[in-house]
């Protein structure tokens, strides 16, 4: 059963700029931390950016920092505004879910909801 809806994703030239969305179809994720995994061909998932429940606190990945902006507009919808694009941003990006905080966000353990992904595509 599908709880988190993604959107947005496409292919964009280098440079550009790309918003994925997602939406917690499960109310309670709701009072989650809602973050954004990627995993491009041949290579692990791993963390890019969360935001609390509340959207006081944000967590981002080092590559990403500066370029991509994780946001919350009310509970159930989180944004991920991605700037600057690069190849090396290549992935299927996954919504998640979870009631982690600190460190434990940056983990996928921290989450046991996922959206079934978005493909994001940056051509050099």
């Known amino acids: 059963q599908v709880q988190l809806a993604e959107s947005g994703g496409g292919l964009v030239q280098a440079g550009g700029s790309l918003r994925l969305s997602c939406t917690a179809l499960?109310?309670?994720?709701?009072?989650?931390?809602m973050g954004w995994f990627r995993q491009a061909p041949g290579k692990e998932r791993e963390f890019v950016a969360a935001?609390?429940?509340?959207?006081?606190?944000t967590y981002d990945a080092d590559s990403v920092k500066g370029r991509f902006t994780i946001s919350r507009d009310n509970k159930n919808t989180v944004y991920l505004q991605m700037n600057s694009l690069k190849p090396e941003d290549t992935a299927v990006y996954y919504c998640?879910?979870?009631?982690?905080?600190?460190?434990?966000?940056?983990?996928?353990?921290?989450?046991?909801?996922w959206g079934q992904g978005t493909q994001v595509t940056v051509s050099s």
């Open positions: 998640a879910a979870g009631p982690c905080s600190g460190y434990g966000c940056y983990a996928q353990s921290g989450y046991h909801g």
């Open positions: 499960a109310p309670t994720f709701s009072s989650y931390t």
């Open positions: 935001i609390s429940w509340s959207g006081d606190t």
